[in-house]
């Protein structure tokens, strides 16, 4: 199987061409490639495929095989590789994704794709919409107990299901041993994505992600954006900000005339290559 590697602020994917070739289990096959130690090592795989809706169509599996409705990180990525690889001409996409259709702006240098700016929709804010088993309009800033201890969460969903919870400093904070119980929390039916954020400016956030199904990952875009509808929700931030995360930085836009989140970032292609199945 042919097979690119690429990745988006440090949120690495393997990605498969389905334009030109069938995979079968792909399931069982994200759990092969992610292996860090005995497959290509990723945080899960990216099948780029036709679409009867849109440009293209991304289906995306997390490094334990479960199948993850949306990755911004990812979605950059297969812009540009549709691009960068001749599948497409265009420099604006239509991306169908399992949250919806997304739009990408490709910038193009050189011939080459530098920069994706996705209109990620609008935020979920409703409960049982996220899902989260809460019987209130919203949950914002609600205190909750994992394991002893209280955390202030706010939940948001990008078309995949996030909490967010501010910290004073993010680099210090447990997030392997409170994102694995976070995660499983029995008020996430679906499981979560684990946000932990600590506000550094008015316009400036550092944030490290949990990412259900996979751990702690270098970067979410989905995650950056969740975080700054939350810091905006709770008065930390204004609609527009640059996240900070392991992996490299991410811009993103609350437009409240819109209500639509965008986010803009680079995508690298790491390297390509073949791999016996």
Known sequence: MKFTKMQGAGNDYVYVDCTEQEVSEPEKLAVKVSDRHFGIGADGLVLICSSQVADFRMRMFNADGSEAQMCGNASRCVGKYVYDNKLTDKTQLTLETGA???????????????????????????????????NQERMVNTPVEVNGKTFRMTTVSMGNPHVVIFVDDVSEFDVHHW???????????????????????KEELRMRVWERGSGETM???????????????????????????????????????????????????????????
């Not at 910038?107 to 409960?127: C, H, Q, T």
């Open 219 to 277: 970067s979410c875009g989905t995650g950056a954006c969740a975080s700054v509808v939350a810091s905006v929700l709770n008065g930390w931030t204004s609609s527009k900000a640059m996240v900070h995360l392991l992996g490299g930085d991410l811009e993103v836009e609350w437009n409240i005339d819109t209500s639509h989140v965008y986010m803009s970032g680079g995508a690298e292609t790491v390297f390509t290559g073949n791999i016996e199945l």
């Open 179 to 201: 994102g694995k119980l976070i995660e499983k929390h029995h008020l996430f039916p679906e499981k979560v994505n684990v946000e932990f954020v600590e506000v550094m400016l």
């Open 100 to 134: 919806g259709i997304k739009t990408l702006r490709l910038l193009v240098e050189s011939g080459k794709v530098a920069r994706i700016k996705v209109d990620m929709g609008a935020p979920e804010l409703r409960p049982e919409k996220i899902p989260v088993l809460w």
